[in-house]
């Protein structure tokens, strides 16, 4: 599978990136949004391409030959820092691009999909050292696993699962995403679902061991302070915790932002066809007064 940038025409058209304008894509992964601003910028324009995942920044390095794109493999938690050290000045725009990828589900092998037999990691750094979804799964207890469970993916049957879950790990770990994916399927009653059982709590895992909204939290502050004025935020987040965040953020900042979507952006019927991942992409902008 190829990944398909989300929602790339309404992008380009409300920050409508110029020649010489400076760009942070907080969120690079196959580079789709980088590489799109990066042709309406160039060539006096900059663009800082900021990814944790390392394989996704070396393959966009191939891509970015002869371009001016900075590429960093960090968190966009360390915005300010990782702005500061390469002296690029004041932004135009700033765009993230929440959640995971295709790449993420088809071929990094770290257990995202419930589809798939692979180890449970779930990190998008893929970092050893750090907690992963196998840590959690096989040593939280089993209230705190399932309040995760509930407050990450809104999963109602929280509870059963998380019981479930404690039940087999004292057969033995729980190792692959296929395993869990089975287990927290045998604690739901109906044969018949709308999504798959599993589907909200892979969410919830993925979103506490990568820190998803701690990072979000603690990067849409330091927006204020690097965006030049008229420089525009662009958002794309792709489940209700995520868009609560950035939309009370823009509220509680009304005085420093104008908000451009009212209603958050979201994809034609046309791009859900050609890439259902995108479904529940809802886009929120701001430009800095």
Not at 144 to 159: F, H, P, Q, T, V
Not at 213 to 227: A, I, K, N, S, T
Request: proline share 3%; glycine share 4%.
């Amino acid at each position: 599978m190829i990944h398909k940038p989300v929602l790339l025409n309404e992008i380009i058209e409300i920050l409508s990136p110029k020649k010489g304008d400076i760009f942070v894509d907080g969120t690079a992964n196959g580079g789709g949004h980088t590489l799109a601003i990066w042709e309406k910028i160039k060539p006096s324009g900059k663009i800082i391409a900021i990814d944790k995942d390392k394989e996704a920044t070396k393959s966009l390095q191939k891509k970015a030959k002869r371009k001016n794109i900075k590429i960093v493999c960090a968190s966009y938690a360390d915005l300010k820092n990782i702005i500061d050290k390469q002296d690029f000045g004041n932004i135009s725009g700033i765009l993230l691009d929440l959640g995971y990828s295709s790449f993420h589900i088809e071929k990094s092998k770290r257990g995202f999909s419930f589809q798939k037999d692979e180890p449970l990691i779930m990190r998008y750094d893929a970092n050893k050292d750090e907690l992963s979804a196998y840590d959690v799964i096989n040593s939280m207890p089993e209230k705190e696993l399932a309040d995760i469970i509930y407050k990450y993916g809104e999963e109602k049957n929280s509870r059963k699962i998380a019981k479930k879950i404690v039940q087999k790990r004292k057969e033995k770990k729980i190792e692959t995403s296929l395993e869990l994916a089975e287990i927290i399927k045998s604690a739901f009653s109906k044969k018949r679902y709308k999504i798959h059982p599993a589907t909200k709590t892979f969410q919830a895992l993925r979103i506490f061991v990568n820190d998803e909204l701690g990072e979000l939290e603690r990067f849409l502050p330091q927006v204020v302070d690097v965006l030049k004025k008229k420089g525009k935020l662009a958002v794309i987040s792709f489940h209700s915790l995520e868009d609560r965040i950035v939309k009370r953020f823009l509220k509680e900042k009304k005085d420093v932002f104008k908000i451009l979507t009212k209603k958050p952006i979201t994809p034609s019927k046309e791009e859900i066809i050609k890439n259902p991942r995108s479904r529940s992409a809802k886009l929120r902008v701001a430009e800095k007064i």
